[in-house]
């Protein structure tokens, strides 16, 4: 089993950084949201080390072939819209259209994954298939027992 984290940024892109990644990951610095939470919860600092490898989300561009890989991806996650009339694809498609267009910038895996917001989990198999997916904040237990369904 593995895991890979990813720091990403649906908002508050000028904290989403690669560098408050780096000092997150090497002194445990934190901020925003996460802040917020970790104070609540008593921590000043994210109290484990990372032993797993952590990557940057890379922002999308908005080229003509970005938007529509972006679309197309975004379409396939919904499990009925190969089912909709043509019409209401192609609906569904400009809409998607028009709300990448109307950001300012796009962080590329959590828009193509529709995550919800961050802390995000997804949980895949080898063949990359999504098993679960789930949102917000939970303890290093719960993690555990979702993994464990399926071992």
């Known amino acids: 089993m ?4 990813l720091s990403t940024a649906f908002e508050d892109f000028d904290k989403n950084t690669i560098e408050n990644t780096e000092k ?3 002194n445990g ?9 970790m104070l609540q919860n008593g921590y000043e ?20 072939e970005e938007i529509q890989y972006a679309i197309h991806a975004i379409c396939r996650i919904n499990p009925n819209y190969k089912l909709w009339p043509d019409f209401e694809q192609k609906a ?32 895949f198999n080898k063949e990359y298939e999504v098993l679960q997916e789930w949102f917000g904040h939970i303890t ?8 464990n369904q399926f071992i």
């Open 45 to 64: 600092k994210y109290p484990d080390k990372f032993d797993f490898p952590i990557a940057m989300d890379k922002e999308m561009g908005k080229s003509e």
């Open 92 to 123: 569904l498609e400009k809409r998607i259209e028009k709300y990448l267009k109307s950001l300012d910038e796009i962080s590329f895996s959590f828009t193509i994954n529709q995550l919800r917001g961050t802390p995000s989990f997804v949980l």
């Open 140 to 147: 290093l237990e719960e993690i555990k027992n979702k993994i």
């Open 2 to 5: 593995a895991f890979l984290a």
């Open 29 to 37: 610095d934190l901020i925003g949201e996460t802040k917020k939470f």
């Open 24 to 26: 997150l990951i090497n």
